[in-house]
């Protein structure tokens, strides 16, 4: 019993500590959208079912001795792909389809120790039951999910913190490599398992007994229904906090923490579920996360948004696992049972990462997802004819909460476009009045906003006003035929700056934002220097080019709500000074509503041995110009009168320790007092 619960453990730990180590190593590659954790997802269910369906086959087709040679010969071949590091070829190189690639190299990456550590739990469960015949395997998969569990939690407080990616890699493939030696001794001692299946139900062995007999197709897709729901309901809230949120792997790792606390609870202490009370429970859940949808905006406290939409999501995944717990089937049937879960799991990953950016202009899978899951509510208790009364009440006010939060998203949206890089608006205000403006949106941050007037609409304002920053800095390096490097492309504000003979040379990951630029806005178009768009991640681009000698090199990729951190470390702030002249300045857009930038800052300039000096600028609500924070990097210290005036100092954390391209800890700079406004 226990070499099985052991092998149970540690192949799941090192399961679920692999999704995030391996996601954060590529998160650079593809701009840090919080989108790679939900294609990571995507290809995590995925190899998962075919880890369930390898472990079903190899049970009910092959001997035991031929099961247990087949998968000890596969164990060992995988310690041929150790240690894990994903391999520099696959990096982008333009703006190829970035989930195709993603899928692809994680599937040369971590496939194959992936796809052996997930048939663990289903294939040593099963011969368990087949050595053990009289005991019941289901609490095995309890402690699977468990030290899912744990292995989740332990990356963002114990490993990310401390342990740079390097490290990781190393500690990991050691740590399989070990498992690997374990559970082909598991698998050694099981070669005496039986073929018998007869069904055994400690004292009820008759194999007449009812849950003995096959489960029905009916029952089969119940299982399926019920797994997706869960997993949709996981990636969508997923979706929404780190679209709203950032993208840090605490966020990543808090529903599927949830998600698997659920499975523990209900698998382990089947009692916990019960319909009487979740009824009231569902009620509540899915009616806040409906009022929330609604009527919490970007300012609302991140804490109550976090909080609450994570306790709607537990709830739904424990209605949705006991519900699954109640129509389990006798271990006979265990591996067709683990089959239709991981079933439904690869499918809500599909819905979310695949159908949803290719149907939805918007972020809509969370309000389909709640109405799908109060449906399902209603259908469980349809036979309690008081309930019908409140349940048709609930299915209907969720119905008609989802579909306004889809309108107030669409209403003021002049354009609204979707791909794997997040959903872009354009939204109108004041629209026919003289200060008619058009803004640029992004989840729920403003990447740029332009006056509609022909009078005003060469004017820079927002974060790019004359006061700014960034502002300042142009004006001083003001000379004939300028050369700027802007990373981060936006409604094209910074294009407003420039003058004939210059050149303005403007990095952008995500095409729709192009088109969107030119398009909706005007500043490309009314840009009377050269704009030049270069599509793909700036960093890589920046690596692949000569010295392109930049007066300015502009990096506004920080103010949203998923920043890529690999455009922030030494060898990123190294790179830009290589294509900087001698006098140039680097500009780091730092505004950012919910990481404090400045510490990072700070500690990158004493290490590399350069000047940073802070600009901040107010609000003016009347010019449309936004509060700002900048930094001016250089080698030299700056000479500006008007830059030394508004020159402030950085925050500066002693303790901190400097990010790499091998390390960063975006936890530690959240801002902890925004969670509570």
């Known amino acids: 019993m226990f070499i099985y619960a052991g092998t149970i453990f540690i192949g799941a730990f090192l399961l679920f500590q692999i999704q995030p180590m391996i996601a954060k190593m590529i998160l650079p590659w593809f701009g840090g959208s919080a989108a790679v954790w939900i294609t990571c997802m995507l290809f995590f269910q995925?190899?998962?079912?075919?880890?369930?369906?390898?472990a079903h086959l190899v049970v009910r087709y092959l001997k035991p001795r031929i099961q247990i040679i087949t998968h000890a010969g596969l164990l060992c071949a995988s310690l041929l792909l150790l240690p894990i590091v994903p391999a520099?070829?696959?990096?982008?190189?333009?703006?190829?389809?970035?989930?195709?690639?993603?899928?692809?190299?994680?599937?040369?990456?971590?496939?194959?120790?992936?796809?052996?550590?997930?048939?663990?739990?289903?294939?040593?469960?099963?011969?368990?039951?087949?050595?053990?015949?009289?005991?019941?395997?289901?609490?095995l998969f309890a402690l699977s999910n468990l030290a899912s569990l744990l292995g989740l939690l332990a990356y963002p407080f114990l490993v990310e913190p401390n342990i740079t990616i390097r490290q990781q890699s190393i500690v990991w493939s050691s740590a399989y490599a070990l498992f690997v030696i374990i559970a082909v001794a598991t698998a050694w001692l099981s070669r005496h398992i039986t073929v018998d299946t007869a069904c055994t139900i400690s004292d009820q062995t008759a194999p007449d007994h009812p849950e003995c007999h096959s489960p029905s197709f009916a029952?089969?897709?119940?299982?399926?229904?019920?797994?997706?729901?869960?997993?949709?309901?996981?990636?969508?809230?997923?979706?929404?906090?780190?679209?709203?949120?950032?993208?840090?792997?605490?966020?990543?790792?808090?529903?599927?923490?949830?998600?698997?606390?659920?499975?523990?609870?209900?698998?382990?202490?089947?009692?916990?579920?019960?319909?009487?009370?979740?009824?009231?429970?569902?009620?509540i859940a899915l009616g806040g996360m409906s009022y929330g949808l609604v009527n919490w905006n970007a300012r609302a406290s991140l804490m109550m948004v976090i909080i609450s939409f994570s306790a709607g999501l537990f709830a739904c995944c424990m209605f949705c696992h006991g519900e699954l717990v109640k129509r389990k089937p006798h271990p006979r049937f265990l591996t067709s049972f683990y089959i239709m879960l991981s079933a439904g799991g690869a499918l809500g990953g599909l819905i979310v990462g695949l159908a949803a950016p290719t149907l939805f202009s918007g972020y809509y899978e969370l309000p389909a997802s709640l109405a799908v899951c109060a449906a399902l509510l209603f259908i469980v208790h349809i036979r309690r004819r008081w309930y019908n009364l409140v349940g048709s009440a609930l299915v209907v006010g969720v119905m008609l909460s989802c579909v306004y939060y889809i309108y107030s998203y669409q209403q003021t949206a002049r354009a609204m476009v979707r791909n794997f890089y997040g959903m872009l608006r354009v939204n109108e205000y004041d629209?026919?009045?003289?200060?008619?403006?058009?803004?640029?949106?992004?989840?729920?941050?403003?990447?740029?906003?332009?006056?509609?007037?022909?009078?005003?609409?060469?004017?820079?304002?927002?974060?790019?006003?004359?006061?700014?920053?960034?502002?300042?800095?142009?004006?001083?390096?003001?000379?004939?035929?300028?050369?700027?490097?802007?990373?981060?492309?936006?409604?094209?504000?910074?294009?407003?700056?420039?003058?004939?003979?210059?050149?303005?040379?403007?990095?952008?990951?995500?095409?729709?934002?192009?088109?969107?630029?030119?398009?909706?806005?005007?500043?490309?178009?009314?840009?009377?220097?050269?704009?030049e768009i270069i599509l793909g991640d700036a960093r890589l681009s920046l690596e692949q080019e000569k010295n392109q000698q930049y007066d300015l090199l502009v990096v506004d990729a920080?103010?949203?709500?998923?920043?890529?951190?690999?455009l922030l470390t030494t060898q990123a702030i190294e790179l830009y000074f290589r294509h900087l002249k001698l006098d140039g300045i680097l500009a780091l857009h730092i505004s950012n509503a919910h990481l404090d930038l400045e510490p990072v800052v700070d500690k990158l300039s004493s290490t590399i041995g350069k000047h940073a000096t802070l600009v901040s600028s107010a609000e003016d609500e009347v010019e449309e110009i936004y509060s700002s924070d900048w930094v001016l990097m250089t080698s030299q210290p700056l000479t500006s009168p008007e830059i030394l005036k508004a020159a402030g100092k950085l925050r500066s954390n002693p303790g901190m320790r400097v990010w790499t391209d091998d390390y960063n800890n975006l936890f530690q700079i959240l801002k902890k007092k925004r969670f509570w406004e």
């Open 219 to 283: 029952d089969k897709m119940l299982w399926l229904v019920f797994a997706a729901c869960a997993s949709t309901m996981l990636l969508a809230v997923t979706n929404h906090l780190t679209q709203n949120v950032t993208s840090i792997p605490f966020l990543w790792i808090l529903p599927l923490s949830l998600y698997l606390l659920s499975f523990i609870l209900c698998f382990d202490y089947e009692n916990l579920y019960s319909r009487n009370w979740y009824l009231w429970i569902m009620t």
């Open 88 to 139: 520099a070829s696959w990096k982008p190189s333009g703006s190829e389809a970035p989930i195709l690639r993603i899928l692809g190299l994680l599937t040369v990456s971590v496939g194959l120790p992936y796809f052996l550590l997930s048939t663990t739990s289903p294939l040593l469960q099963a011969w368990y039951s087949r050595r053990y015949k009289t005991a019941l395997p289901y609490r």
């Open 46 to 54: 995925t190899w998962l079912l075919a880890g369930y369906m390898y």
């Open 558 to 566: 920080f103010s949203g709500d998923s920043i890529p951190a690999h």
């Open 431 to 531: 629209k026919g009045e003289e200060i008619e403006t058009r803004r640029l949106v992004h989840g729920a941050i403003t990447h740029g906003v332009q006056f509609v007037d022909p009078e005003w609409r060469r004017d820079p304002i927002a974060y790019y006003a004359p006061v700014s920053g960034v502002g300042m800095a142009i004006k001083h390096l003001r000379k004939p035929s300028m050369r700027v490097g802007v990373i981060g492309l936006g409604a094209g504000s910074l294009a407003a700056y420039a003058e004939t003979g210059d050149l303005f040379r403007i990095y952008e990951i995500n095409p729709l934002v192009e088109k969107l630029a030119r398009e909706e806005f005007t500043y490309l178009s009314d840009c009377l220097g050269t704009a």
